[in-house]
């Protein structure tokens, strides 16, 4: 992580670590009342990945860290995993609110990415929902570009985005 990316956790007493099984609750807490702040059902918060973070992601040629204060408390998440050889997919960027608006979104996404590069990814995409709108700009003015092709018919996550992270043979 870069320097800069260290001093804001810093000042604002977060540490990243790797996720758990035991942050299950916590994690579907949190991944659950962001969703239905948005009026979004929480029920994707009860897909799979969330009960054991370390296998589900770790079994996927993936990583999942969680943001926590001083206190311990789980205040963010950010994953992602392989879904081939060269394509991985970002998934679970949220942050609590009261941790919002102070770069911390950027420093979670530019980690993963740079993760992703490193393990020899060549694009990232990822899903996402319209009344995401905060991720939305986010994930655009990062770099990443909307994508024609819409997910499975009747999930929430309609909205596809894919990033180049390096060119084939590069
Ligand atoms: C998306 C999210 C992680 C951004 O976190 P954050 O720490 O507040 O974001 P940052 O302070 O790093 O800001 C980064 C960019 O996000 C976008 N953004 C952040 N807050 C925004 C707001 N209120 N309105 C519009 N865009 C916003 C902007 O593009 C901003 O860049 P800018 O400052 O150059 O305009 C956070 O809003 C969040 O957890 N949202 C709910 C969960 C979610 O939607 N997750 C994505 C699931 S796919």
């Given at each position: 992580m870069q320097p800069a990316h260290e001093n804001l956790l810093a000042d604002l007493r977060l540490s990243l670590r790797p996720g758990r099984r035991q942050d299950a609750n916590g994690l579907r807490a949190l991944v659950g009342g962001i969703l239905?702040?948005?009026?979004?059902?929480?029920?994707v918060a009860r897909d799979g990945d969330l009960d054991d973070v370390a296998v589900w992601y770790g079994s996927r040629h993936g990583v999942f860290d969680v943001l926590v204060d001083s206190?311990?408390?789980?205040?963010g998440c950010c994953g992602a995993c392989g879904?081939?050889?060269?394509v991985c997919?970002?998934?679970?960027?949220?942050?609590?609110?009261?941790?919002?608006?102070?770069?911390?979104?950027r420093v979670l996404l530019h980690r993963v990415v740079d993760w992703?590069?490193?393990?020899?990814?060549?694009?990232m995409e990822l899903f996402t929902a319209p009344v995401l709108k905060e991720a939305v700009q986010l994930y655009e003015r990062f770099g990443f570009a909307r994508q024609a092709q819409t997910a499975a018919e009747g999930t929430v996550c309609d909205l596809h985005f894919s990033l180049t992270l390096r060119k084939s043979g590069d």
């Open positions: 239905q702040s948005y009026g979004l059902p929480d029920s206190s311990g408390a789980l205040v879904r081939s050889q060269t997919e970002l998934r679970r960027l949220y942050l609590a609110y009261k941790v919002r608006h102070r770069g911390l979104g992703a590069r490193a393990r020899g990814f060549e694009t």
